[in-house]
């Protein structure tokens, strides 16, 4: 078995995994087998860096004995990298495709199809694949091959034994380079050639020999004229030529024949003479015996010597073959992939590397290009450069001496600062390292690479500090949303200072078969902007060159890593749940913290699911309410949007993501005034040009209201905005205040308190309500707010808010609030702060018996007297359905309390998770529960 060498080779991020829906599984014991490209060492007829260019490369396995597609996966390909395609420990049959026709998708489909061998035999890519414009699509086929285990390679099928598969992938294509020469022209042969046509061409190119699909006809006809790129001008070689162009790589379909000399299946070339007679030949490979196929991979260098007809002398070589060496003897070698390469503060860039030295580490200092000063690698880039003692590998770099092969993903680490930049790495090989003098770091006999990284940054990124006492406000990552059919990449991520300071992150056994972990960075180019790419195009696969299995990461200095699911979830009525242990060095001492993963968009029990008294308990929906007008249109600036009560279900929805902050609204006002209520209300101040919104409702109620009494105003008829199926939780009954004082028998009928909470409290967060109650029948326990171990407080990686960059917008400062509106600046952080989809940190509430999880974004809420924005991405604020006790506060007779317009709601942040009586007349946010 020969094997060639290609000038590109292949990324090991997965695109998609079309048969093999078990990828992690079957690689569960550490077979695989890699492979590898490399560059032209030697060839007659190269052709030009296009010419080796790789984006996918799709890898099957059959079964020799059955036929059967063990694996099909197609990779992303990127330059100088080895692919680890994991498959089991046997003996098998390899076909590699290259560059398959991604953007036809009946082709794609069938490809992913691909369930047998005779299955490739159905299988054509359409000639339109095949242009100078295009990649060029490639195959071969490796017979035979026996994958040995834990990593040792492959055994092929003369007996060798080799740890770096290395592909020779032949073009589904024909080039050719022409150059026309005319002897004893006419003075006007130059105004009379208009170009070259090839006439014949199949419409079809089929993957294999034994092809048995659509019939390949051979009517397509490309014309290529002289204004085009292909044609320059060159000097006559031919005696007697007075004139001479040269056409340079024009990319036909290849041209495979049963019947080599037929000639009604050539292809014709043809030079056109506008109104002359235009000379033509049939292409043909060998004279004797006549052979009019082109053959995949075949490079055609043709000379036409126009007289009175076309003399056509035709060298047909095979494309790119070179020779099986790489490493030349004496010499130093140290390729890279890359020398320059783009990263935002979200994603990475995999370099690969290749060299014959016995040591191979980046330099302890990056060069900043704007200001020609050096700062340390590990300060810039995390974990990097590796230590002296220790220089061929660290977490985010590895290199084996024995294959000569290495690797590294360039990731940001601690520069925070919105904006661009530009850094230049050194990459180094060398006999060996040591520390000399002053701590010196000695390289003996370096051969050095530079890579230029630029850097952007749209956002400010926080530290991952596990909430406490000490750190009320810390946002580290708290959990991960998946809907049913997700499973792609959640990135968690957190600054810590030092690249001394580790961190673990690990799946719990339980959930071994239901999360999978990988350190290795997002390939995503557009994450970190505000139009990231889908999560689900790039799947979580374990870091195999860390030997990771999916169960556990680790690192150094900035905490980052990607959570995945194993398979999409099949009950959607039941959300599936689990845990990732995360532990850092804070000191000298371990923090240990737990990041809580949900996938599932049903509305759930999180605390009980009973249906009364101390087990009373609801189905919360995963998401805020919002309008369907702000959804549609979230570059809107309506400041609110009225919604028709008569058409609820064309009306509102909720969000798309747990994140999103949705939309505020009043809890109600007096039923002559419904519709001033019935309004949905924008969650920034995108929209701000002053802090009040204009017409602001404040209907005061004067009489008592209930949400559900017996006889009466049923105010729930009025202002029950949750989408059919779903209602606004209680916070106790419905048909009279709800006081939730003394003793459990009303705080047992609240949904709020029963569903969320291990232990519900009792009382009012409001002293006003305690400690003036407007009738001293409905006097309120007053609550004093502790932390709760049920409650977390940070960012949430639901595929929205972990990708796109966090920002900051002005809001009023809450805190500073009398009686009026302040001039107080204060600051609200987020994503897409300019629409309606805004999204925020916030709390997340979890049962530890069963690991159920919930999130309540921070959306902050509008003020009661004139709808100004405060405390956003600090506290959420929702509400109740319950009426609650009032207040008064009397001033020379006139009243200034609320003794009526009092409403329970809750306010959630880490410190103090509160339930609260407040006016009805606030704009906070609704998560509906289930009926």
């Not at 890593?561 to 001492?589: A, M, Q, T």
């Not at 009012?764 to 009738?775: C, E, F, K, V």
Request: hydrophobic residues 35%; aromatic residues 12%.
């Amino acid at each position: 078995m020969v094997y060639k060498n290609i000038i590109y080779v292949l990324l090991l991020a997965v695109l998609s995994s079309c048969v093999d829906e078990t990828l992690v599984e079957r690689n569960a014991d550490g077979a695989f087998i890699s492979i590898r490209g490399m560059g032209v060492q030697s060839a007659t007829h190269a052709g030009s860096p296009e010419d080796y260019v790789i984006r996918t490369l799709r890898v099957l396995t059959f079964d020799p004995s059955t036929g059967n597609c063990i694996t099909n996966i197609r990779y992303k390909a990127s330059l100088n990298d080895i692919i680890r395609h994991p498959v089991t420990v046997g003996s098998y049959d390899f076909v590699f495709l290259a560059n398959e026709p991604v953007t036809d998708t009946s082709i794609e489909g069938r490809l992913s199809a691909i369930s047998r061998y005779d299955d490739l035999n159905n299988i054509a890519f359409p000639e339109s694949y095949f242009t100078s414009e295009r990649i060029i699509p490639m195959i071969q086929e490796i017979k035979n091959v026996t994958i040995l285990d834990s990593g040792q390679g492959a055994r092929l099928e003369d007996g060798t034994t080799t740890s770096l598969l290395q592909l020779a992938l032949d073009r589904l294509a024909v080039r050719v380079d022409v150059v026309l020469e005319a002897v004893a022209a006419l003075d006007n042969f130059d105004d009379a050639f208009t170009g070259v046509t090839f006439s014949g061409i199949p419409n079809l190119v089929p993957l294999t020999a034994n092809y048995n699909g659509t019939p390949v006809e051979r009517s397509t006809t490309r014309t290529f004229t002289r204004d085009k790129s292909y044609f320059s001008d060159t000097i006559p070689a031919v005696e007697g030529a007075t004139w001479a162009k040269k056409i340079t790589r024009i990319i036909l379909p290849s041209n495979e024949l049963d019947t080599k000399d037929d000639k009604n299946k050539a292809i014709v070339f043809t030079v056109n003479l506008k109104d002359k007679y235009n000379p033509s030949c049939e292409l043909k490979i060998a004279s004797d015996p006549v052979d009019y196929s082109l053959p995949n991979n075949t490079k055609l260098d043709l000379t036409g010597i126009i007289r009175e007809s076309l003399e056509m002398n035709i060298v047909a070589t095979e494309w790119g073959k070179t020779d099986n060496e790489w490493e030349i003897s004496g010499n130093r070698t140290l390729n890279v992939s890359h020398t320059e390469v783009s990263i935002t503060d979200f994603n990475g860039a995999r370099i690969s590397f290749s060299s014959n030295m016995p040591v191979v580490r980046v330099s302890e200092v990056v060069r900043v290009v704007r200001t020609n000063e050096e700062q340390e690698t590990n300060t810039v880039f995390n974990a990097l450069s590796s230590q002296w003692w220790k220089p061929n590998s660290d977490e985010r770099i590895s290199y084996n001496p024995d294959t000569g092969s290495g690797y590294m993903d360039i990731l940001l680490d601690r520069p925070n600062e919105v904006g661009e930049e530009t850094y230049e790495i050194t990459l180094v090989a060398a006999e060996k390292y040591y520390q000399g003098g002053e701590g010196n770091i000695i390289a003996v006999n370096p051969l050095k690479r530079t890579i230029t990284v630029h850097v952007k940054q749209e956002g400010i990124r926080y530290p991952f500090i596990a909430n406490s006492i000490s750190d009320p406000w810390s946002n580290p990552y708290v959990g991960a949303f998946y809907r049913d059919n997700e499973i792609g990449e959640r990135v968690i991520s957190g600054i810590r200072w030092s690249y001394w300071h580790e961190w673990t992150a690990e799946v719990p056994d339980k959930y071994k078969d239901f999360i999978v972990l990988s350190s290795t960075p997002s390939f995503d180019p557009q994450i970190g902007t505000d139009s990231p790419g889908d999560p689900e195009k790039y799947p979580v696969i374990p870091n195999l060159y860390k030997s990771e299995d999916g169960s556990s990461v680790s690192g150094r200095g900035r905490i980052y890593f990607r959570i995945g699911l194993r398979e999409e979830n099949h009950d959607p009525d039941r959300p599936r749940y689990g845990i990732v242990n995360v532990s850092y060095k804070d000191g000298e001492s371990f923090v240990h913290t737990t990041i809580h993963v949900r996938q599932g968009q049903a509305a759930d029990y999180l605390m009980r699911s009973g249906s009364s008294g101390s087990s009373f308990g609801r189905k919360f929906s995963p998401f805020n309410l919002t309008v369907k007008a702000f959804k549609n249109d979230p570059g809107t600036k309506a400041v609110w949007h009225q919604i028709n009560f008569n058409n609820l279900a064309d009306e509102v929805d909720f969000v798309k993501y747990p994140t999103q902050a949705g939309a505020f609204f009043q809890w109600g006002l007096p039923v002559e005034d419904a519709d001033l209520a019935r309004r949905a209300y924008h969650p920034t101040n995108v929209n701000k040009s002053t802090w009040e919104i204009a017409g602001w409702p404040m209907k005061r109620f004067n009489t008592a209201f209930y949400w559900n009494p017996a006889t009466g105003t049923k105010y729930k008829d009025y202002y029950e905005l949750c989408p059919p199926g779903y209602y606004r939780p209680a916070d106790g009954p419905l048909d009279r205040k709800a006081v939730n004082s003394f003793n459990d028998t009303e705080v047992n009928q609240s949904e709020w308190r029963m569903s969320l909470f291990r232990n519900p409290m009792r009382g009012d967060g409001n002293h006003l309500t305690t400690d003036s109650p407007s009738d001293e029948t409905y006097r309120t326990e007053k609550y004093i707010p502790v932390v709760l171990g049920e409650v977390k407080y940070g960012f949430y990686a639901d595929g929205f808010f972990d990708r796109r960059p966090i920002k900051t917008a002005e809001m009023l400062n809450g805190t500073t609030r009398v009686d009026g509106v302040t001039e107080e600046i204060s600051y609200y952080k987020g994503v897409s702060l300019d629409n309606t989809g805004a999204a925020f940190g916030g709390n997340l509430f979890f049962n530890a018996d069963n690991d159920a999880s919930l999130f309540l974004p921070a959306a902050g809420r509008r003020w009661h007297s004139d709808g100004s924005l405060e405390y956003v991405s600090e506290t959420g604020y929702y509400w109740a359905a319950s009426s609650a006790p009032g207040w008064t506060n009397e001033i020379n007779g006139e009243e200034k309390g609320a003794p009526y317009g009092s409403v329970w709601s809750m306010e959630l942040n880490y410190m103090a998770t509160t339930p609260k009586s407040i006016s009805n007349h606030y704009g906070l946010s609704i998560r509906c529960v289930r009926r």
